[in-house]
């Protein structure tokens, strides 16, 4: 594997962009290959410079622009680089949503901070004379005069903390070289303070992709918590560059999202102009979490989008309308993919709820030959077909406990034509039924486990087991009301993480457990209301990869996780 390549910002002096010498010689010390990153105002260089990077490292230097923080400047602010601030923080917010690891030192943590919607002080004297009713004891040296090798304070570390296992210490003395300073952390986590109060480190509030912000200067330290420090950041980015090779060699598969449900929205805004709205080369996040751009930077390969149809009424008008919806998704999802050369060759198909199956069974076929490559067999509401998980208001728990007789039939048709079922959604005893009717595998494309949390949408590990020995695959899911945890406490997640990218990970895990890794996947349901903290779009999906090398999965295993399962069943039915 390549050694990691870690960007090191640099100063604007007199000479041009500089950089002491400890920055660098620190990341070489600890196996990084140091990458200098000279100030840019080029979009394209600065992407160019991220696609290049697998950790950041945000140097010390002068003040931070206080217009930047909302506030105007006093006489104690010392000197600032506008190109530099605007440059850094364009930089951050390219790193931040690929997950690179992140190490912030000095200056390098207050603009982290201020990225992650913190605040700063412009002088720690000047602020903390003004909060002096707040402020409990005095305000300590904290530019000292003693050469920049010498702990000259200490900082009380959160036992908590990613920084106490990494320095596995609560106190450690440290040097300092600072007049501002990070007055509010935003949504990263304080992990260290000094005496006087004055926040010291600041880290991700999810341990993944590695964010740690120190004020202190460990670069110019040569003791054991600072090697530690490096030696850390630079393993997670090693972890990182693994990941990014690995998705190199496989191709990755998301089972289920719904961004054909924003269709609609995204044509309103453009005025009803069809060509215009559906070039998804990139999209506005505030509206969906798929485009073509955010799936390279996530290193997902191909994506299921679904034609989503709400339970309706059973009638042959209420049918007709679900059959002209599915048709006209897959028409704008064929003008999609027309137009956003990005996508091209990278979306399937689906159908989820079995209602636009109607009465009619022939349709089957021809939502076959339209591309459809699977049917979920209902959705929320009880259909022709099945009991659903979730039924709908006024009607009861069961109505055909479990598959029907036409049920039966549309199973059977399924396995003749060829097409893939998905009982996501369905009642514990639609799956068991499925399982015993259909001769092909069948799939779970989106869902997590009952055990962990009691959602009448996830499966207990019965039914998961059975899915699983009958050579189908479980895709787990991201949607916040699935992957929370009853008790995160049992695997050390507080409340305030549940749901996140740590509890879908204890469902992935619970599924290898149950299903084997040869029967398990990932599902989004982006676009679906699916996302959690930590895995809020498409662009986030790398940092499962990097979560599953950390807990020891081999690149095969991975592999299977990222689509082979799913394609092995696929093939199993469609051959």
């Not at 055990?451 to 991201?478: I, K, Y």
Request: glycine residues 10%.
């Amino acid at each position: 594997m390549s050694r990691p390549i870690i960007g090191i910002t640099t100063n604007l002096g007199s000479k041009g962009a500089e950089l002491a010498q400890g920055y660098w010689q620190s990341v070489r010390r600890a196996g990084g290959t140091p990458l200098l990153l000279p100030p840019t105002d080029d979009p394209e260089e600065l992407l160019s410079q991220v696609e290049q990077l697998d950790g950041l490292l945000l140097s010390g230097g002068g003040d931070i622009n206080p217009l930047l923080c909302g506030e105007e400047p006093i006489p104690e602010l010392g000197g600032i680089c506008p190109e530099r601030d605007g440059y850094e923080l364009a930089l951050l917010a390219e790193v931040l949503r690929r997950g690179i690891p992140i190490l912030g030192i000095c200056r390098g943590m207050q603009l982290l901070a201020l990225a992650e919607g913190g605040a700063i002080a412009q002088d720690m004297g000047v602020w903390h004379s003004r909060n002096a009713a707040a402020c409990a004891t005095p305000l300590l040296k904290h530019s000292q005069d003693a050469p920049r090798n010498c702990a000259t304070h200490h900082v009380e570390i959160d036992a908590g903390s990613q920084l106490f296992k990494t320095v596995g210490a609560e106190r450690i003395a440290v040097n300092s070289f600072h007049h501002q300073a990070v007055t509010d952390a935003g949504r990263l986590k304080v992990v260290a303070r000094a005496a006087d109060g004055f926040i010291e480190a600041v880290e991700s509030a999810y341990p993944v992709g590695y964010v740690l912000g120190v004020q202190w200067h460990p670069e110019c330290m040569d003791d054991a918590a600072s090697r530690a420090i490096f030696s850390s950041f630079v393993g997670h980015a090693e972890c990182y560059c693994r990941a990014i090779e690995l998705h190199g060699s496989i191709t990755s598969l998301d089972s289920h999202c719904d961004t054909p449900m924003v269709f609609p929205t995204v044509i309103e805004e453009n005025g009803g102009d069809e060509r215009k709205a559906l070039d998804f080369t990139r999209k506005n996040p505030d509206v969906c979490k798929v485009d073509a751009e955010r799936m390279d930077i996530g290193r997902l390969d191909e994506t299921y989008m679904v034609s989503y149809i709400p339970q309706g009424p059973r009638t042959p008008e209420g049918y007709s309308a679900a059959l002209r919806q599915v048709e006209d998704t897959y028409r704008r999802l064929d003008l999609m993919e027309e137009l956003t050369p990005g996508l091209r060759g990278r979306i399937h198909r689906g159908i989820e709820n079995g209602y636009a199956i109607g009465t009619d069974p022939s349709l089957i076929a021809h939502f076959k030959a339209m591309g459809c490559e699977y049917i979920t067999l209902c959705h929320n509401g009880h259909n022709d077909i099945c009991d659903s998980a979730r039924p709908k208001a006024g009607e009861p728990q069961e109505e055909h406990g479990g598959l029907s007789d036409y049920g039966r039939h549309v199973v059977e048709e399924m396995n003749r034509q060829h097409m893939l079922i998905d009982v996501s959604h369905a009642s514990e005893k639609t799956v068991l039924d499925v399982v015993e009717c259909s001769r092909l595998p069948i799939a779970v494309t989106h869902t997590c486990c009952r055990s962990l949390r009691n959602h009448p949408r996830n499966l207990s590990d019965e039914v998961l087991r059975a899915v699983a020995e009958a050579g189908g695959v479980v895709q787990c899911t991201m949607y916040e009301e699935f992957c929370a945890l009853d008790h995160p406490e049992n695997y050390g997640i507080p409340q305030s993480q549940n749901p996140s990218i740590l509890t879908f990970m204890v469902h992935l895990r619970h599924l290898i457990d149950v299903c084997g890794v040869d029967h398990v996947g990932i599902g989004s349901d982006f676009d679906g209301d699916g996302g959690v903290p930590g895995l809020d779009d498409v662009a986030s999906m790398v940092k499962i990869t990097q979560l599953l090398l950390r807990d020891g999965f081999s690149d095969d295993d991975i592999c299977r996780l990222w689509g082979d399962n799913f394609r092995r069943v696929l093939h199993a039915v469609t051959a």
